[in-house]
C-alpha cells in the first residue's frame, strides 16, 4: 500500500530505541525525512546512523529531553531550520516510574507530568502553526493500554497517559478543519528495552525471574505473547499517513488482544 509519506518530514521524539525507533524505521522506509530526539545523544546517533544506512533517507538527531521546553523548542527549530518544515509529529517519552500512590512523592509526580503530559502538550503547540498555514498534518502520540485498562502499580503512567489522551482527543476537534489529524496509539507488553526494565523490577519485587514474570504477561494476552516493534509500528505509519486522512480523535491500542473492553 502506498501511504504517501514520501517527502514528508516526520519528528519523532524518544526515538533512539523501542518503539520510537521502531517507528521511526518504518517511516524511513516509507521515504519520509526524520527529524529524531532522545535523551542519550550516543545511542541517538548510533540509531540515526543505522537508519541512514538502511534507507538512505535524510535524518538530523537532536539530543534533547522533551520534559523541558527549552529542548522542545531547539528540536522542532532545527527540524524546521533543516527541512523548511515539519507534516508529522510522533510524540513519546520513556514511561515514568512504577510505584503505589502512597510511595510516590509530589516531586515524581510534578517530573512525571512534565514528561508524560507537557511534553506531548509543547510538542504539538510548537508544530501546530506550520501544519495549519500549510492544511496538512498528522498528531501521533504514543501513549499505553493503561488507558483503557489501568496496570497494577504504574498509578504515574495510568493517570498521566489518560490526560494526554483527553489532550488529543479534545485537539482532534479544534484542528480537523485544517486537516489535521490527532489520535492516539496505545502499546501493549511489547519487547521493548523499557518493558525488559520493567519485568526484572517487578519480578525482583515477587522474588523470581524476569523470564518468569514476563510469562505471566503472555498469559493474559489472547496471542499469548509479547508483541513486536515491528508490529506497532506499522499502524503508527498508517495513522499519519495520507491513507488515513479521514481517521481522527481516536486511539487503537496495539495488544494482542489484552483489553477486554468492547471499545
Given at each position: 500500500m502506498e501511504l504517501g509519506l514520501k517527502g514528508k518530514v516526520a519528528l519523532v521524539a524518544a526515538a533512539s530505541r523501542g518503539l520510537g525507533r521502531a517507528v521511526a524505521e518504518e517511516l524511513a522506509s516509507e521515504g519520509a525525512s526524520l527529524v529524531l530526539c532522545a535523551r542519550d545523544a550516543q545511542t541517538l546517533t548510533e540509531t540515526s546512523d543505522a537508519i541512514v544506512r538502511n534507507s538512505g533517507t535524510a535524518v538530523l538527531a537532536v539530543p534533547a529531553d522533551v520534559a523541558v521546553v527549552s529542548d522542545v523548542?531547539?528540536?522542532?527549530?532545527?527540524?524546521?531550520?533543516?527541512?523548511?518544515r515539519i507534516d508529522v509529529l510522533i510524540t513519546n517519552a520513556g514511561g515514568p516510574p512504577?510505584?503505589?500512590?502512597?510511595?510516590?512523592?509530589?516531586?515524581?509526580?510534578?517530573a512525571a507530568t512534565r514528561l508524560t503530559l507537557y511534553s506531548a502538550?509543547?510538542?504539538?503547540?510548537?508544530?501546530?502553526?506550520?501544519?495549519?498555514?500549510?492544511?496538512?498534518?498528522?498528531?501521533?502520540?504514543?501513549?499505553?493500554?493503561?488507558?483503557?485498562?489501568?496496570?497494577?502499580?504504574?498509578?504515574?503512567?495510568?493517570?498521566?497517559r489518560a490526560g494526554v489522551t483527553g489532550f488529543a482527543r479534545t485537539l482532534a476537534n479544534e484542528v480537523a478543519t485544517y486537516?489535521?489529524?490527532?489520535?492516539?496509539?496505545?502499546?501493549?507488553?511489547?519487547?521493548?528495552?523499557?518493558?525488559?526494565?520493567?519485568?526484572?523490577?517487578m519480578a525482583e519485587k515477587q522474588?523470581?525471574?524476569?523470564?518468569?514474570?514476563?510469562a505471566k504477561w503472555e498469559k493474559e494476552i489472547p496471542m499469548k505473547r509479547l508483541g513486536e516493534p515491528r508490529e506497532f509500528a506499522a499502524l503508527a505509519a498508517?495513522?499519519?499517513?495520507?491513507?488515513?486522512?479521514?481517521?481522527?480523535?481516536?486511539s487503537?491500542?496495539?495488544?494482542?488482544?489484552?483489553i477486554r473492553s468492547l471499545l
Open positions: 523548542t531547539r528540536v522542532v527549530n532545527s527540524g524546521i531550520e533543516r527541512f523548511g512504577a510505584g503505589k500512590f502512597e510511595n510516590l512523592t509530589r516531586e515524581q509526580w510534578e502538550i509543547e510538542l504539538a503547540r510548537q508544530v501546530l502553526p506550520g501544519m495549519k498555514e500549510r492544511g496538512w498534518g498528522r498528531i501521533l502520540n504514543i501513549t499505553s493500554i493503561a488507558v483503557k485498562q489501568p496496570v497494577e502499580d504504574l498509578i504515574l503512567s495510568n493517570s498521566l486537516g489535521i489529524t490527532v489520535n492516539n496509539i496505545l502499546p501493549g507488553y511489547t519487547r521493548t528495552e523499557r518493558l525488559e526494565e520493567l519485568a526484572a523490577m522474588g523470581i525471574s524476569s523470564a518468569e514474570f514476563k498508517f495513522l499519519v499517513s495520507e491513507r488515513a486522512s479521514y481517521i481522527t480523535g481516536t487503537i491500542q496495539v495488544d494482542g488482544g489484552w
